[in-house]
């Protein structure tokens, strides 16, 4: 056991420094260099806490680092923060995709709003994944909304304002379901527990229920974490907001805010809720191999390359909810794994989009061309990202999505199927963009540079990360499996076969 | 066990390594040497491995290196299984990779691309030796992907040529539809065996149901028509032509497009509990056989022809396998990669002396130019032509002698295709090599030249093997053949074994007298003639208006449906009926952008309204 301390200062220390970001506004580059190294300091806080971790294996299974304190009693407000294996990942995701997103984005994106709404979302989302007590991840997960809108609708393209509100209405009204079905979770626990409201995951799961309340409380955290995850068909803001928003709002909203959602519903819907799988389960399936042939689908036909990540996310986040649905012990271990590969790979896409962008000033397919002749190393590193992302073995997207098909095809094998179908879809949207983009003949080469020391600085450790993981995860998945077991075990009615 | 099968894998990822990372101010000939002895190493282990293997009493040896993943029962490890039909796969893969390297340096002299040529080459053998020797069904898929993307790499690696672009793709897409069926063959396999590698498999096939079975092997075959090029998804071969000539020779012909037949090959023992299934398994083999077989005597590409020759011989192979002759699958393999890939390097030869031409009426009487390759070029038509003592004579009539023994259409069908196999190879070799010089305009006047040596050497040692390959398993010979040393994998032996020598000698006599009637017919029409609209069938030509009609049924109905989700239902229908909420927002927000903050403010007070509403008559129901 280790001192909650290591994770308070995690998720408070990104705060200080936006405090301190906007404090050093007056002087040109000091809320960049104040931004660039809290987030170093927190990433590398974040592997230490990972290590850290390592000396708890034995019993990976239960939560490291906690702590709790009772805020408000008469309001059931407490900070109650740990990790298990489940949301270690997530933790080294958050502090790596900040600090590769401020990075990534130096010019005019530098002023202090900016990294400082970057890195008060850093808090938001590190709280998010932290938290042990719903009510204290409620807050966390509806603060996010706040600088999220503001980096969409301050430093977004040319419809930004129409994305930022869509986003925010969306998710907002999605919450509202979320904040009325643990409003309803907490006081049924106090009705029949007695004493002070709380919303302690632990204490909420031992609420008994009948099976119909059950289902309604899924239904309701289910449309709060589908708009933010996004699960089909509650999407529709994600590919204007990820089209729109600048190369590090779209970082944040698809490697990070997603996984809010698919975390939130592994950790709250499936774990609090376990009475209601046998009715949502095919509802839930169903919904989730939708999304990854819709989704696939219609990111071969977008032209822009913005959306058809937006679009490949909503396909790749079917797999997790399947795996997550699925609920064996391969499949959810694969969809945790998953909900981190996808975010190291969609930062890496949307990262190699953003120099792109840089080169030719758009992110529509139609207008690039040939940019594999005068930018080898690009087009390079794009395949690379690309290949991860198509699920090729050896690189990481692939042990993750074989996991959840795996898991889901032992007990759900005609969902596993088809959404083995979306493993050909992939390829086919991802190397028909590639062409579009790099084969052939460039018009005016002189325009396109490859990619600066720089840029390539700052991708490499999201290339190192998908080919090691690819061939090497075990490291990671012993830190995952235990904890993933566990919770399948916590959730599964005795005598049923996993 | 740190064993010397280790190293055939890991020096071909050395190279890819040093020449990736460290190439680029290397020259051309250290760049080669690294890649080709690399390559060259590895093939001296294989042989090292093999002797190894020879000495021991097992014949199955498990070398672990190190544990990929193992979540809640699904154990897969970074494992070889040295066994025969391993050894034997990687003997002849690192063989011929290794002359195919040197051919390399050679005919991509000059390239801008020259280093990115090799870390290619070299990445796919590395993937090649993984698919094969990998002890489970996981790792070889990872070899299985592998050398798919390399192909694609290699097929698109003119990448401006839009047809080179769009033929790289074609091949990586029409792959992955087969993946999908190894991939549930892996899922159905699991969740039925709890296991991925092969020993345990087949240790426990006995349990699966005959349903589950035929279903695996029905997966596994779509998995080796999609990498085997075989019908339904045999046309991104032909496509695939758009790669470099040794690239076609090494990846198209001799390795990775016999992996499916390896697949299925491997998985024997599986294969052997589903009647129905081998018996699809056949039927496809021997219908692609032909069907490829008539496609190729209408096409005018050098290149073309000996692709659909690959698909029509690979056709074979792929009936060997369900008909139950599994080490005549691999010896017809093996004699092919000799032929095949001498014709490929031939033809690249060729195209390399008429400065890239490939059609073939641009060709002829080449062959007083050619002093190398003519010679070497006309073993190999003899060969796949069926004509003895060459290689391909052996190994056709072992699958065809096996046909017979399966069953008597199919056998009738391998014979028609040994006609025509003989007819279009004829055909290729008149049109090139003799009659009139139609290149004068191509070479602007002036005489062909033959290649230099790193290009001819393997020719030579090539035609060699191609003279002499039979030897391997010459009918009259079990002991000490190739069917021996694979019987330990494939458990028992080819329906031949049992054939009476008499019936042995006439389906010889039977084979024989099929490819003279294809070279008489292909030198009585081809001696004097050029083109022929009576003999080249525009349906043959366009292969049976196969893509035509996937265009037609899947390619367009689809993309049609992707635009329609893209520009109706996405934005009409999912929007307007999820967004029924946001839609009136959305409305009024059209009037309120000028007040963002004022409809953010009205929207939050009515949702904390709203909620207080809700926790209110909460609060009353469950107090």
Redesign the interface.
């Known amino acids: 056991m280790h001192s909650s301390l290591w994770l308070t200062v995690l998720v408070w220390l990104p705060l200080l420094g936006a405090a301190a970001a906007l404090l050093a506004r007056r002087r040109p580059g000091a809320p960049y260099a104040v931004a660039v190294a809290t987030a170093s300091v927190e990433l590398a806080l974040s592997l230490v806490v990972a290590v850290l971790y390592n000396d708890h294996l034995a019993g990976a299974h239960t939560f490291d680092f906690v702590g709790r304190w009772v805020l408000a009693a008469p309001f059931g407000l407490a900070y109650d923060v740990g990790i298990d294996g489940i949301s270690l990942l997530l933790v080294v995701l958050t502090a790596l995709v900040v600090l590769l997103a401020l990075l990534g984005a130096r010019e005019r994106r530098s002023e202090a709003a900016f990294v400082g709404w970057l890195l008060m979302l850093t808090t938001f989302t590190m709280g998010s994944f932290v938290a042990r007590d719903l009510l204290e991840f409620f807050i966390f997960f509806e603060l996010t909304l706040v600088p999220s809108y503001f980096l969409v609708?301050h430093w977004g393209g040319a419809q930004r304002?129409?994305a930022a509100?869509?986003f925010?209405?969306?998710t907002?009204?999605g919450s509202?379901f979320l904040?009325?079905g643990l409003?309803?979770l907490g006081?049924?626990h106090q009705?029949q527990a007695g004493g002070s409201l709380t919303f302690a995951d632990a204490a909420l799961a031992s609420t008994s229920m009948s099976h119909a309340t059950a289902v309604w409380l899924f239904v309701a955290f289910a449309i709060a974490f589908g708009v933010k995850s996004p699960i089909w068909?509650?999407h529709?803001w994600s590919?204007l907001a990820y089209a729109e928003a600048p190369t590090a709002g779209s970082m944040e909203l698809s490697a990070l805010l997603a996984k809010l959602g698919s975390y939130g519903l592994l950790r709250f819907a499936v774990g609090l809720l376990p009475l209601a799988l046998t009715t949502v389960r095919p509802y839930m399936l169903t919904l989730a191999v939708i999304g990854i042939i819709?989704g696939s689908?219609?990111a071969?036909?977008?032209p822009d390359l913005k959306r058809l990540v937006a679009y490949s996310s909503l396909a790749q986040m079917g797999f997790v909810t399947l795996g997550i649905m699925t609920g064996?012990?391969?499949a959810t271990?694969?969809a945790v794994l998953l909900m981190f590969n996808h975010g190291v790979i969609t930062a890496g896409l949307f990262l190699l989009i953003g120099y792109i962008e840089r080169r030719r000033g758009t992110a529509t397919i139609a207008d690039l061309r040939?940019m594999?002749?005068p930018a080898p190393v690009l087009a390079g590193l794009f395949t690379v990202v690309m290949?991860a992302s198509i699920g090729?073995?050896?690189l990481s997207g692939f042990?993750s999505e074989?996991?959840v098909?795996?898991?889901a095809?032992?007990t759900h094998?005609w969902w596993?199927?088809v959404a083995?179908?979306g493993?050909?879809l992939a390829?086919?949207y991802l190397?028909?963009a590639y062409?579009r983009v790099?084969?052939?003949?460039a018009r005016d080469v002189d325009q396109i540079p490859d990619v600066t020391h720089r840029e390539r600085w700052v991708i490499a450790p999201i290339v190192a990360i998908v080919v090691v993981l690819g061939?090497?995860?075990?490291p990671v998945?012993d830190r995952v499996?235990p904890t993933?077991?566990q919770f399948v075990e916590s959730v599964t009615p005795a005598g049923v076969n996993k | 066990m740190a064993h010397v099968s280790t190293l055939i894998l890991l020096l071909p990822l050395a190279g890819f390594l040093v020449i990736l990372l460290f190439g680029r101010g290397l020259s051309e000939r250290a760049i080669g040497s690294i890649g080709t002895g690399a390559v060259g190493l590895s093939f001296v282990f294989s042989v090292v491995t093999y002797l190894d293997l020879l000495s021991r009493n097992a014949r199955e040896v498990t070398v672990t290196m190190f544990t990929w993943f193992d979540v809640g029962g699904l154990h897969v490890s970074a494992a070889l299984l040295v066994d025969p039909l391993s050894v034997t796969m990687a003997l002849f893969v690192t063989g011929i990779s290794a002359l195919i390297h040197l051919y390399s340096i050679g005919y991509m002299h000059g390239d801008r691309d020259f280093r990115k040529f090799f870390v290619y080459l070299n990445l796919f053998v590395f993937s090649m030796l993984t698919l094969v020797l990998a002890n489970n069904l996981a790792l070889t898929f990872v070899g299985w992907e592998g050398v798919g993307v390399c192909s694609y790499w290699l097929v698109a690696y003119y990448y401006d040529r839009d047809s080179a672009a769009t033929a790289g793709k074609k091949a990586f897409v029409y792959n992955r539809i087969g993946d999908v069926g190894l991939l549930v063959a892996m899922f159905l396999l699991f969740s039925r065996l709890h296991t991925l590698s092969y020993l345990t498999i087949f240790n426990r096939a006995g349990t699966l149901t005959s349903v589950a079975a035929t279903v695996v092997v029905l997966s596994l075959l779509l998995g080796a028509t999609g990498k085997s090029a075989q019908i339904p998804l045999f046309n991104w071969l032909p496509d695939a032509m758009e790669g470099p000539t040794p690239v076609s020779a090494l990846i198209h012909a001799a390795t990775m497009v016999t992996a499916g037949v390896y697949l299925l090959a491997r998985m024997a023992p599986v294969l052997a509990l589903s009647t129905s299934g081998r018996a699809t398994v056949a039927v496809i083999g021997g219908v692609t056989a032909f069907v490829a077989a008539t496609i190729a005597t209408s096409q005018r590409d050098i290149k073309k022809v000996l692709a659909f020759s690959t698909v029509s011989q690979i056709g074979y192979m792929i009936l060997a396998v369900g008909a139950g002759a599994y080490s005549a699958a691999i010896f017809l393999m093996i004699a092919h990669a000799f032929f095949k890939a001498l014709l490929f390097l031939g033809s690249g030869s060729v195209i390399h002396a008429l400065d890239g031409e490939q059609d073939m009426r641009k060709m002829g009487g080449l062959a007083r130019f050619l002093p190398l390759t003519f010679p070497t070029f006309l073993i190999a038509w003899l060969a796949i032509s069926g004509i003895p003592p060459f290689a391909g004579f052996w190994a056709k009539g072992d699958v065809l002698t096996n046909a017979y023994a399966y069953s008597k259409p199919l056998w009738i069908l391998g014979v028609l295709t040994a006609i025509l196999t003989a007819y279009y190879m004829s055909r290729l070799f008149v049109l090139t090599f003799r009659g009139t010089e139609r290149f004068r305009e191509v070479t602007h006047g002036h005489d062909p030249h033959e290649s230099p040596w790193v290009m001819t050497v393997p020719l030579v040692i090539l035609a060699v093997l191609t003279t002499l390959g039979g030897v391997i398993d010459l009918p009259w010979i079990h002991h000490n053949s190739l069917a021996g040393f694979l019987d330990p994998t494939f458990g028992y032996l080819p329906l031949t074994a049992h054939a009476s020598t008499g019936a042995q000698v006439g389906l010889a006599v039977v084979d024989v007298v099929a490819a003279l009637l294809g070279l008489a017919a292909a030198f009585s029409i081809w001696r004097n003639r050029v083109s022929s609209p009576t003999y080249e069938r525009s349906f043959l030509e366009r292969v049976w208006r196969w893509d035509d009609a996937y265009d037609a049924t899947i390619g367009r109905p689809l993309t049609r449906a992707a635009q329609i989700g893209d520009t109706v239902i996405e934005p009409r229908i999912i929007d307007g009926a999820v967004g029924a909420v946001a839609g009136g927002v959305r409305r009024s927000a059209e009037g309120l952008r000028k007040a963002q903050s004022g409809f953010a403010r009205h929207y939050a007070l009515a949702m904390v309204l709203g909620v207080s509403v809700v926790v209110v008559y909460l609060v009353a129901r469950v107090g």
Request: proline share 6%; glycine share 8%; net charge positive.
């Open positions: 609708a304002s129409r509100l869509k925010f209405v969306y907002f009204a509202a904040f009325t409003l309803y006081f049924l009705h068909p509650l529709t590919p819709y689908a219609l071969a036909s977008t064996s012990t391969i271990t694969g040939g594999q002749g290949l090729l073995p050896g042990i074989f996991l098909l795996v898991g095809f032992a094998a596993a199927v083995t179908i493993v050909v390829a086919v190397l028909w062409q790099f084969h052939g003949q061939v090497f995860p075990k998945l499996t993933a077991h």
